[in-house]
């Protein structure tokens, strides 16, 4: 067999794997039965006559042929789908952009640089989609996504080890804050000491993939009292305000909290910083992305 025999629908099914990182995922997201997932992945592998993927337990990695693959299957669909909205009338070039951000990102830097590109360039589309780091970076690998901005803490590693790899810029690096109940003890005005927290109660969810807690100050050295879990940022931030507890946010997001919320930086050990960073595939960046990355960079800044 040529690669030439290769078909259509067996890399939009490879590309769909390779973002969700499980076949179980990418047939749940196609509306297929896993095991026409299976199918096609098996032909493309008959086709390149090597393994795409590497199965491990909890999901799947992409080979070094898996990633040639890949690269080139991204550039072959975005061909064919160009030439789809051609024929509908619509212009090659759509100016449209694809941008995944992670949750906190999503209460002000997003919504605003979505909003000043929209008046500077009211042509360009922006499709935004929320999810964690993994999910994101597998987007950007798999041509989903154009642009991610992904929040990273110390030691400050890539997000991931895979080649090539990808484009980093720090759009922002603060510290991370502490909020509590208005009402609270620790309300009063000034940073708190880190030794003010233990015994504290906390509002807390698991950080995907780093068996950590998000939402507890980092370091305590006490096992540290959960009294309510959730991801969503307004959901802990509203337990805040209702008195059930404490927890972290970034200093971004400070001007974002409900009434009953006070915001207080935290001193002593060692610093938190936190950094929101832009992530892209190397390479030439299209005109509607460079542009919302150079908004992106204003509106952190400012």
């Known amino acids: 067999m040529d690669f030439g025999d290769v078909t259509l629908l067996a890399l939009r099914v490879f590309r769909e794997v390779a973002e969700r990182g499980t076949l179980t995922a990418a047939a749940t997201a196609l509306g297929y039965t896993q095991s026409a997932v299976s199918r096609q ?43 789809g909205r051609e024929l509908a009338g619509l212009p090659a070039d759509a100016g449209t952009v694809r941008l995944g951000w992670f949750p906190s990102t999503g209460a002000v830097l997003v919504p605003r640089a979505v909003a000043e590109l929209r008046r500077t360039h009211p042509a360009v589309t922006v499709v935004t989609r929320e999810g964690t780091t993994p999910v994101l970076v597998r987007a950007l690998r798999a041509g989903t996504i154009d642009l991610a901005v992904l929040g990273s803490a110390p030691p400050f590693r890539p997000p991931d080890a895979e080649t090539p790899a990808l484009r980093l810029e720090t759009l922002a690096e603060r510290s991370l804050c502490l909020a509590v109940p208005a009402g609270h003890p620790l309300a009063g005005a000034g940073p708190v000491d880190v030794e003010d927290l233990r015994g504290q109660r906390w509002i807390a969810a698991p950080s ?36 059930c507890g404490l927890t972290t946010l970034p200093a971004s997001l400070a001007e974002a909290v409900p009434p009953g919320v006070r915001v207080l930086a935290v001193r002593g050990g060692p610093a938190e910083r936190r950094r929101v960073v832009l992530a892209r595939l190397p390479g030439p960046v299209p005109e509607p992305a460079a542009l919302l990355a150079d908004v992106l960079r204003r509106v952190a800044a400012g």
């Open 41 to 83: 992945i098996a032909s493309l592998e008959r086709v390149t006559r090597t393994p795409v993927l590497e199965r491990r337990p909890g999901g799947v990695r992409l080979t070094a042929a898996g990633n040639v693959v890949l690269r080139r299957a991204v550039a072959v669909l975005d061909e064919i789908d160009a030439a």
């Open 208 to 243: 995907a993939g780093e068996g950590t807690l998000m939402g507890v100050w980092p370091g305590l050295d006490e096992r540290p009292e959960i009294a309510h879990t959730a991801r969503d940022w307004l959901a802990k931030l509203n337990l805040v305000a209702a008195g």
